[in-house]
């Protein structure tokens, strides 16, 4: 994806609680805030839902093989 700068005018204040929550996270500043509109956005919730559903269809016969083995263990079948 292509990248485009932004500029922005913040508190010095803003600023710095960007910089420190950034360091605190081993991110940069502008990967911090380009995250904090990602989630705003509901980007970040999109992408997980998305990559949960692809783990599931890829793995649903390993869950289904071990439910089937635990409902057989307990009697349930």
């Known amino acids: 994806m292509a990248k485009t700068q932004l500029n922005v005018r913040?508190?010095?204040s803003t600023a710095?609680?960007?910089r420190r929550r950034a360091l605190q996270r081993g991110m940069s500043v502008n990967r911090y805030i380009e995250e904090l509109v990602k989630q705003d956005?509901?980007?970040v919730g999109?992408?997980?839902v998305d990559a949960a559903a692809d783990f599931m269809k890829q793995y649903a016969s390993v869950?289904?093989?071990e439910f089937d083995s635990?409902?057989?263990r307990k009697g349930h079948r």
């Open 10 to 12: 913040v508190e010095e």
């Open 41 to 43: 956005a509901g980007e």
């Open 16 to 18: 710095e609680a960007a």
């Open 63 to 65: 869950f289904a093989e």
């Open 70 to 72: 635990e409902q057989q």
């Open 46 to 48: 999109r992408t997980f």
